[in-house]
């Protein structure tokens, strides 16, 4: 069983797949694992530290990847890459499928079994491999500390002789993982903070962790969260009430955090150009949503924008923005999903396509589409 490890391609990506920690592991499954020569070097971590924990370097992908069973990948893989791959071998990463019929097509067509950890399910025995929360957890904090170093004041309220430096105000919309981290770690740094989501399970989290929620709490509201956790979609009304709100709220604030997303839906749009131009210059609004079109009219992908003096943060790939951490955090889910695919005692791999955890992530197999969401829909009026 040869697993490999190969530097990711897209230079905005500096994370890794696996770190010596999982190598060790890995070898401990019976596993041979090829890491590519300096893919570890922008996580901090040297091909002599791979060597140290088990691993052989390869001197480029290709020779890392060749014959390989499993390959582990941060981002999917494009065709120059898998052109190098081995018919049948299992790849595993953020394979960003929503919008990529194309790409899923590619990997279909080159033989591979490809793993989507993004899709991982929500449930107990799979939360060591939410990759989902492990990323947007440092993303959380990575936008608080972007916001403090953006913003040209200090965070906490500071009494001088001099006078009193007053707290900065921080405003966090999306009270998921991210939103969560982001409003702890603002008020480690002294910040008063409000937050708001349209869960109304959040609205006990948000006040656990010391901010104040802000929100419309009407009847839609009460019905606003998915079976899976997530935010459903809410109604035109019920955006214009909570638009109305939040614009008021906003014009008070110093640093703004948006952190909303629907899985296969663009990002919605909760901060208008009105909203941004109403807030005082050297206010700081960070968006994290932005890869998907973003939260923030004005945000531009990979920039720091500047609109009336109010800075528009959009950071490209922001847990990349704590690579080693980021990293670290990654491969463990990795690991402890590969772990279930692997027969520890023949040390072989044993996928069990029947398993939840396997169905819910499996894209592609026998060179096919295979998950619902994304195989081919039959033409109309074709046979069945």
Do not use: C
Request: net charge neutral; aromatic share 4%; glycine share 8%.
């Amino acid at each position: 069983m040869k697993i490999a490890v190969p530097a990711e391609i897209d230079l905005g990506e500096p994370r890794v797949s696996a770190t010596p920690d999982t190598v060790k592991r890995l070898v401990g499954l019976g596993a041979e694992v090829s890491v590519q020569a300096g893919a570890g070097l922008k996580s901090g971590i040297t091909d002599a530290e791979y060597q140290a924990a088990g691993a052989t370097i390869a001197a480029s992908a290709a020779e890392a990847v060749t014959g390989a069973d499993v390959v582990l990948k941060v981002r999917r893989p494009v065709a120059e890459e898998i052109s190098s791959y081995k018919r049948g071998a299992l790849v595993i990463g953020i394979m960003d499928p929503y919008g990529n019929e194309d790409a899923l097509r590619k990997l279909a067509e080159a033989g591979l079994d490809a793993f989507a950890m993004e899709l991982m399910p929500r449930i107990t025995r799979a939360q060591v491999m939410d990759v989902l929360s492990s990323q947007a957890n440092l993303a959380g904090y990575r936008a608080v500390i972007d916001g403090a170093a953006e913003f040209g004041r200090a965070m906490p309220m500071m009494m001088t002789a001099a006078g009193t430096v007053p707290a900065a105000r921080v405003f966090v919309m999306g009270a998921g993982v991210a939103g969560l981290q982001a409003i702890a770690t603002a008020r480690r740094l002294g910040a008063v903070v409000t937050a708001t989501d349209v869960r109304p399970a959040s609205k006990e989290q948000v006040e656990s962790l010391g901010a104040k929620f802000v929100a419309v709490e009407d009847e839609e509201f009460k019905q606003a969260e998915t079976s899976g956790g997530y935010a459903k979609p809410m109604s035109a009304e019920y955006q214009a009430k909570q638009a109305a709100l939040v614009a008021e709220h906003i014009k008070k604030q110093d640093i703004v955090i948006t952190t909303a997303l629907i899985p296969g839906r663009a990002a919605p749009r909760l901060i208008t150009a009105a909203m941004v131009s109403s807030m005082k210059p050297g206010s700081v609004i960070i968006d994290l949503a932005v890869e998907r079109g973003g939260n923030v009219e004005g945000a531009v992908a990979g920039e720091v924008a500047e609109v009336n003096g109010v800075k528009i943060v959009g950071h490209l790939n922001v847990p990349g923005r704590l690579a080693a951490s980021s990293s670290q955090l990654y491969a463990k889910n990795l690991y402890a999903f590969l772990e279930t695919l692997v027969d520890k005692q023949a040390k072989a791999l044993a996928v069990k396509w029947d398993d939840e955890l396997v169905k819910a992530t499996l894209l592609t197999r026998d060179g096919a589409v295979v998950h619902s969401n994304f195989a081919p829909k039959p033409a109309e009026g074709a046979a069945q």
